[in-house]
T-cell receptor, first 111, second 115 residues
Framework: GEDVEQSLFLSVREGDSSVINCTYT??????LYWYKQEPGAGLQLLTY?????DMKQDQRLTVLLNKKDKHLSLRIADTQTGDSAIYFC???????????FGQGTELSVKP | DTGVSQDPRHKITKRGQNVTFRCDPI?????LYWYRQTLGQGPEFLTY????????KSRLLSDRFSAERPKGSFSTLEIQRTEQGDSAMYLC?????????????FGPGTRLTVL
């Protein structure tokens, strides 16, 4: 079945870059997403990438997709304390559009 | 439009009681999804509707769970005879089929605690 895996924790210093990695199994997924969840708040879509793209840049965010290895990464440049949150990678099932989420990576940004 | 709303935000109940949650999606959205999130895990899919039709249910959705979307607008999720293992955050999301990237907009969730 489908499975999405992420490392659980990442700690960086303010101003550094953060890289959060994700692997997925469903090679037919057309879209892959990164969501952010802050304590007490709902999931917020940060960015997405279409499966025929290798890279997508959106301000401080860069998404890299390696379809051959089924590897997705999210790079946050100039990480700020406000970026501290849990980041979820998700793939979209083609049929009904449900999202399959990873366990989430808790990003801690130290001043 | 203020986004997806869920009610209540928190629910504490005793084991064996029934609970019902409500989700109001973004008004023009035709798809509505329910997910469950336990501590330290990502959300897991439960079920989804396209308009009023329930098109898919996860194996996680035991026969104690039922969901409805009677007029293709708001949805309810009922859990009968709650168990401690039902304690989780229940998330609702809506989307508009036809958008290129089919973004699902999530509500704030209903946190259920079963004592």
């Amino acid at each position: 079945g489908e499975d999405v895996e992420q490392s659980l924790f990442l700690s960086v210093r303010e101003g550094d870059s953060s890289v959060i990695n994700c692997t997925y199994t469903d090679s037919s997924s057309t879209y892959l997403y990164w969501y952010k969840q802050e304590p007490g708040a709902g999931l917020q879509l940060l960015t997405y990438i279409f499966s025929n793209m290798d890279m997508k840049q959106d301000q401080r965010l860069t998404v890299l997709l390696n379809k051959k290895d089924k590897h997705l990464s999210l790079r946050i440049a100039d990480t700020q304390t406000g970026d501290s949150a849990i980041y979820f990678c998700a793939e979209k099932e083609n049929q009904g559009g449900k999202l399959i989420f990873g366990q989430g990576t808790e990003l801690s940004v130290k001043p | 439009d203020t986004g997806v709303s869920q009610d209540p935000r928190h629910k504490i109940t005793k084991r064996g009681q029934n609970v019902t949650f409500r989700c109001d999606p973004i008004s023009e959205h035709n798809r509505l999804y329910w997910y469950r999130q336990t501590l330290g895990q990502g959300p897991e899919f439960l079920t989804y509707f396209q308009n009023e039709a329930q098109l898919e249910k996860s194996r996680l959705l035991s026969d104690r769970f039922s969901a409805e979307r009677p007029k293709g607008s708001f949805s309810t999720l009922e859990i009968q005879r709650t168990e401690q293992g039902d304690s989780a955050m229940y998330l609702c999301a809506s989307s508009l089929v036809g958008l290129t990237y089919n973004e699902q907009f999530f509500g704030p969730g209903t946190r259920l605690t079963v004592l």
